[in-house]
């Protein structure tokens, strides 16, 4: 436990959740917003809840619009997305800063594309909340002849014009390497359900709530976090399209992902409650077992709520620096060339 440092993170963690306070539907009453509205983009993806600004709409046309394009004009509908200014965070070293404006993001889109391709995502479940948005994608490539899908969840800030201001996209390229590397390390390639699903439900998490569950996560505190959850099935990286729905598969999942790190300083960043879910960003640093420099990393939580009751929990992140250093990690880039 890290009771030393966390004793005076109450006060920080409750500072910065101010700035991003859980705001329930019937709060949003912006002039122009429609609960139902951007009709036209509901087609394309599963769900769209919250009030849906016109920012929030055409942000989400844009980006279905990048998801299906497979021309050489995709670069530049991605690109559109942005502001000119704005900035993109992926994990990395904590000494790297964001890739911040637009010649920095398209010369990143550029050198990805060139290394997939056929890359491409349909827009799954999305949470709007005033400028914030969480678009979940269902996303997909071909690398190096093995097909792969894998969750994404896009979290961000929108401005005028409904370009991105802040974007952090949260993903597994762990799955990306593995059929590349089959001796990349998985911490989580064996963890299982005990015999006996857990029994009763507990309410969804109230914002009044949040302050302790940052702290759960930087104590690495592993009960806390599975305990209050009780009876939601957990979905997690490294699960391969599974759940866990006993206690004692979901806390051996994060005490599997708590062994692999150290030093946890995740802040609270965007917090975005509609209906039938809660989502929470957590995001700062921590340090991967065996590397000497910390990196900047980041975990969206998902809650499910069913008529008040905490019905499912998803956990969104990278499992890739946790068991590659920088070294490692550009080498495998190298293989995808």
């Known amino acids: 436990m890290k009771a030393t440092r966390m004793a005076g993170m109450g006060l920080a963690v409750g500072a910065v959740l101010a700035l991003c306070t859980i705001v329930s539907p019937a709060q949003a009453t912006d002039e122009g917003w429609d609960r139902a509205g951007c009709a036209e983009a509901r087609p394309e993806v599963t769900s769209i809840s919250g009030w849906v600004s016109p920012n929030a709409c055409t942000f989400i046309k844009r980006q279905i619009k990048f998801g299906k394009v497979t021309t050489p004009d995709r670069v530049s509908a991605y690109v559109d997305i942005w502001s000119k200014d704005a900035t993109l965070w992926e994990p990395a070293k904590a000494s790297r800063l964001p890739l911040q404006g637009e010649e920095a993001i398209r010369k990143a889109i550029s050198q990805t594309l060139g290394l997939v391709p056929d890359f491409r995502f349909r827009g799954t479940r999305i949470a ?10 269902h996303n997909e490539a071909t690398v190096k002849g093995h097909e792969i899908a894998y969750p994404a969840v ?6 005028d014009g409904g370009k991105v201001v802040q974007g952090r996209r949260y993903y597994d390229r762990h799955t990306w390497f593995k059929p590349l590397d089959p001796e990349l390390p998985d911490p989580f390639a064996d963890v299982a ?8 439900r507990k309410p969804v998490l109230d914002p009044d709530e949040l302050v302790a569950r940052g702290e759960a996560w930087n104590n690495e505190d592993a009960e ?3 305990g209050r959850l009780t009876g939601a099935p957990l979905s997690a990286p490294g699960l391969n399209g599974g759940t866990l729905r006993t206690t004692q598969g979901k806390l051996d999942y994060l005490k599997r992902f708590f062994d692999q790190v150290s030093d946890v300083q995740l802040q ?3 917090a975005v409650k509609v209906d039938g879910a809660t989502y929470l960003e957590w995001h700062g640093t921590l340090l991967p077992k065996g590397q000497t420099e910390s990196v900047s990393f980041g975990i969206i939580e998902r809650v499910g709520d069913t008529s008040g009751i905490s019905s499912d929990w998803t956990l969104t992140f990278d499992r890739l620096p946790l068991v590659a250093d920088e070294a490692k990690i550009i080498e495998l880039y190298g293989r995808l060339r």
């Open 268 to 270: 609270p960043g965007q």
């Open 154 to 159: 896009y979290r961000v800030q929108l401005a």
């Open 224 to 226: 806390a976090l599975v």
């Open 193 to 200: 359900d005990g015999s006996t699903p857990d029994q009763g």
């Open 128 to 137: 709007v909340n005033g400028p914030a948005v969480m678009f979940e994608a």
